[in-house]
């Protein structure tokens, strides 16, 4: 049995139309370049939850308000310590899906245990999508070799 072009078409076409043309959650595919300010204060951060895609490059700008504080990202093991007033930067790839604990990385007072945030690394949609078309393609050249 022959398949027809415009079986074809629609078989690999349209499903290729769909993955290429749907939006993704986050409303943008591409990694971004992210600024993020982080306040901390005894004892806690604001904002607390941060939110990005993974392959994002993020720059976290720490500013202690009222005393020295430190913030560690679990499973990047990242760190950064900012004086008050004084805007520290910590520059990275956000290349690990999941979701990591931040917390206080200078003894700070009486709850510093308890300052803690989170660091959320999303869907890399654009990293699905060529997987997606990647086997739309193969199954299509599967189909069209055996004709
Ligand atoms: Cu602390």
């Known amino acids: 049995m022959q398949t027809s072009v415009i079986g074809r078409i629609a078989l690999f076409g349209l499903p290729a139309l769909v993955v290429l043309l ?3 959650p986050s409303g943008s595919a591409e990694p971004s370049e992210r600024i993020i300010r982080i ?11 941060i939110a990005v895609a993974q ?3 993020i720059t976290i700008e720490l500013v202690a308000t009222d005393v020295v504080h430190g913030l560690h990202v679990d499973g990047y093991d ?4 900012a004086d008050p007033g004084q805007t520290q930067r910590l520059t990275f790839v956000a290349d690990r899906q999941g979701t990591f604990r931040i917390r206080c990385s200078v003894p700070c007072g009486p709850l510093h245990p308890f ?16 997987v997606a078309l990647a086997l739309l393609a193969a199954m299509a050249g ?4 055996r004709q």
């Open 78 to 81: 990242l760190s950064v310590t």
């Open 22 to 24: 749907a939006p993704t």
């Open 115 to 130: 300052m803690i945030g989170k660091l959320k690394v999303g869907t890399n949609w654009l990293l699905w999508r060529a």
């Open 39 to 49: 306040e901390a204060s005894s004892f806690a951060y604001k904002p607390a939850l």
């Open 55 to 57: 392959g994002d490059h």
């Open 142 to 145: 599967v189909v069209g070799f």
